[in-house]
């Protein structure tokens, strides 16, 4: 949220601690052009744009994103694959971090061959759906 917010403070904290130590989160709504940034909890949508709001901080040295899909998080339906594959084409070099909706072990190797660089995993694992021993494997394997 203060990113969207208050820009300045978190400008700030990009030029204090180094944009290696900083995560930009990017909750988005989507929309028909690829998403609304979403802030307070996801309680508030903003005018921001996915896709220029990452691009503007990757200007200012962010590297890592944490894309969130809103609509998805907690439903086990599945990733925004396209949403994350159109941001990774329009912004190169981008460290992504997918997050929201993983439901199977297999959109994790879908994922990574479209460019994400991680992915936040919640309730599938707690729910059984992609096992702790699937993950060890695909991190040494990969």
């Known amino acids: 949220s203060i990113a969207v917010k ?5 400008e700030s904290w990009i ?5 290696d130590k900083i995560i930009l989160g990017a909750d988005f709504y989507p929309d028909n052009s690829g998403g609304r940034i979403a802030t307070n909890g996801w309680q508030e949508e903003s005018s921001l744009e996915l896709i220029p709001f990452i691009n503007d901080y990757q200007q200012k040295g962010i590297q890592y994103v944490i894309c969130t899909d809103i609509s998805k998080d907690g439903m086990l339906q599945g990733p925004s694959f396209d949403i994350y594959k159109d941001v990774l084409s329009e912004i190169k070099d981008l460290k992504l971090i997918a997050s929201g909706g993983i439901s199977t072990f297999d959109e994790l190797p879908k994922l990574a061959e479209n460019g994400c660089e991680g992915v936040i995993i919640g309730k599938a694992i707690y729910e059984n759906k992609i096992s ?3 993950l060890e494997n695909f991190i040494i394997n990969k």
């Open 132 to 134: 702790l021993k699937q």
């Open 6 to 10: 208050n820009p300045e403070i978190f």
């Open 15 to 19: 030029s204090k601690y180094g944009s």
